[in-house]
Nanobody, 126 residues
Framework: QVQLVESGGGLVQAGGSLRLSCAAS??????MGWFRQAPGKEREFVAAIKWSGSSTYYADSVKGRFTISRDNAKNTVYQQMNSLKPEDTAVYYC?????????????????????WGQGTQVTVSS
């Protein structure tokens, strides 16, 4: 059974940093992504990475501040979040795409992902 388990969320002051982890059980997935959902808002794309790590893509709102990476030996994807802002406050979800090519139009869409984690809360205080 495939499971994605996120960790690393918490409360941080604006300007601070957090590192999220997502440990996957099962196969090595083609693409992995991070999404987030703030209260009263739709779940939105944050970042994605190809299985090889050779391609990444970021939402404009986090570009230059967040970095996605993966360790296939550990079947784990990470998201380093720096210079955090109050508007980054949300539940962050890890997602796995089992077999798709790495296209921006694909990896930014929620429906492209086959598996989701339970989410981890990130709260940034001003």
């Amino acid at each position: 059974q495939v499971q994605l388990v996120e960790s690393g969320g918490g409360l941080v002051q604006a300007g601070g940093s957090l590192r999220l982890s997502c440990a996957a059980s099962g196969p090595t997935f083609s693409n992995m992504g991070w999404f987030r959902q703030a209260p009263g808002k739709e779940r939105e794309f944050v970042a994605a990475i190809k299985w090889s790590g050779s391609s990444t893509y970021y939402a404009d709102s986090v570009k230059g501040r967040f970095t996605i990476s993966r360790d296939n030996a550990k079947n784990t994807v990470y998201q380093q979040m720096n210079s955090l802002k109050p508007e980054d406050t949300a539940v962050y979800y890890c997602a796995a795409d089992n077999g798709g090519v790495f296209l921006v139009s694909r990896v930014t869409g929620r429906n492209s992902y086959d598996y989701w984690g339970q989410g981890t809360q990130v709260t940034v205080s001003s």
